[in-house]
């Protein structure tokens, strides 16, 4: 199987960090590793990361950012390290309080090596009859209400952009992730956006699909915050007129 790379943005993670889980991971699936950036953390994570390194053998990698830059940024300075070592035949993104399973990369690995066409696997949170999705009913209506906007103001037929669960081929990273992104929270939205662009319309529509999770679990420590969610009008129309 070829290799995946699965960037991990941390800040301020060192009591959250799941060092078991990432580790039994790697363990289970050799064709696997991790790149987690650290963005600028103010406890001991970055020290954390690096003994977590040393025990992965070699498939952790561990990136440290200067101050902290945001979520976006993190995951695209990962992804453009990731890439520039030329290992790695897919490269993705997860949350690094793992609400989504490490496991749950597998659904999106067989959804992009099942058609050489698809490009960029997305993850979505689709409670359905033998899942397991665990979601507080207010942030599900806000992510129905957002992912609404989305869709109507980028023409988007996306159902959950948000889910920080996302896998790509490598031949994407630069055209994806090249420039610095317009927003720190909406950058997935941007993403597609970005995709579209780059292969057009049609070929966008052949090339993305989004994977129902079997299992995702709301964490708590979010690090969204009321001001992020005022601004996303603005943040959507700011990545619109670069579109």
Same mark, same amino acid.
């Not at 520039?84 to 897919?90: D, Q």
């Not at 959804?111 to 696997?121: I, K, Y």
């Given at each position: 199987?070829?290799?995946?790379?699965?960037?991990?943005?941390?800040?301020?993670?060192?009591?959250?960090?799941?060092?078991? $889980?990432?580790?039994?991971?790697?363990? $289970?699936?050799?064709?696997? =590793?991790?790149?987690?950036?650290?963005?600028?953390?103010?406890?001991?994570?970055? %020290?954390?990361?690096?003994?977590?390194?040393?025990?992965?053998?070699?498939? /952790?990698?561990?990136?440290?950012?200067? %101050?902290?830059?945001? %979520?976006?940024?993190?995951?695209?300075?990962?992804?453009?390290?990731?890439?520039?070592?030329?290992?790695? =035949?897919?490269?993705?993104?997860?949350?690094?309080?793992?609400?989504?399973?490490?496991?749950?990369?597998?659904?999106?690995?067989?959804?992009?090596?099942?058609?050489?066409?698809?490009?960029?696997?997305?993850?979505?949170?689709?409670?359905?009859?033998?899942?397991?999705?665990?979601?507080?009913?207010?942030?599900?209506?806000?992510?129905?209400?957002? =992912?609404?906007?989305?869709?109507?103001?980028?023409?988007?037929?996306?159902?959950?952009?948000?889910?920080?669960?996302?896998?790509?081929?490598?031949?994407?990273?630069?055209?994806?992730?090249?420039?610095?992104?317009?927003?720190?929270?909406?950058?997935?939205?941007?993403?597609?956006?970005?995709?579209?662009?780059?292969?057009?319309?049609?070929?966008?529509?052949?090339?993305?699909?989004?994977?129902?999770?079997?299992?995702? %679990?709301?964490?708590?420590?979010?690090?969204?915050?009321?001001?992020?969610?005022?601004?996303?009008?603005?943040?959507?129309?700011? /990545?619109?007129?670069?579109?």
């Amino acid at each position: 199987m070829r290799q995946v790379c699965l960037i991990v943005p941390c800040y301020d993670e060192e009591r959250r960090l799941r060092r078991d $889980t990432l580790l039994e991971f790697l363990r $289970t699936r050799p064709h696997a =590793s991790l790149c987690l950036v650290d963005d600028g953390s103010s406890d001991g994570t970055l %020290k954390a990361l690096e003994a977590l390194s040393v025990d992965g053998g070699g498939r /952790i990698l561990v990136q440290k950012l200067t %101050k902290n830059s945001g %979520k976006a940024e993190a995951v695209r300075q990962g992804v453009l390290y990731a890439s520039s070592l030329e290992r790695f =035949s897919f490269l993705g993104y997860w949350d690094a309080d793992l609400s989504t399973p490490l496991s749950q990369v597998d659904l999106l690995l067989a959804a992009l090596e099942a058609d050489p066409q698809r490009m960029f696997a997305l993850g979505s949170r689709v409670k359905r009859l033998g899942s397991d999705i665990d979601r507080r009913a207010t942030r599900h209506y806000l992510g129905r209400v957002f =992912s609404t906007m989305a869709s109507q103001l980028f023409d988007l037929p996306v159902y959950d952009s948000q889910c920080g669960a996302k896998l790509f081929r490598s031949e994407v990273a630069r055209p994806l992730f090249g420039t610095p992104f317009v927003t720190k929270w909406l950058f997935d939205v941007e993403l597609l956006v970005r995709l579209r662009r780059h292969l057009g319309q049609k070929e966008f529509l052949n090339a993305s699909i989004e994977v129902p999770l079997t299992a995702w %679990k709301e964490m708590g420590g979010s690090k969204l915050r009321l001001s992020h969610m005022l601004r996303v009008p603005i943040d959507l129309l700011r /990545i619109r007129s670069r579109g």
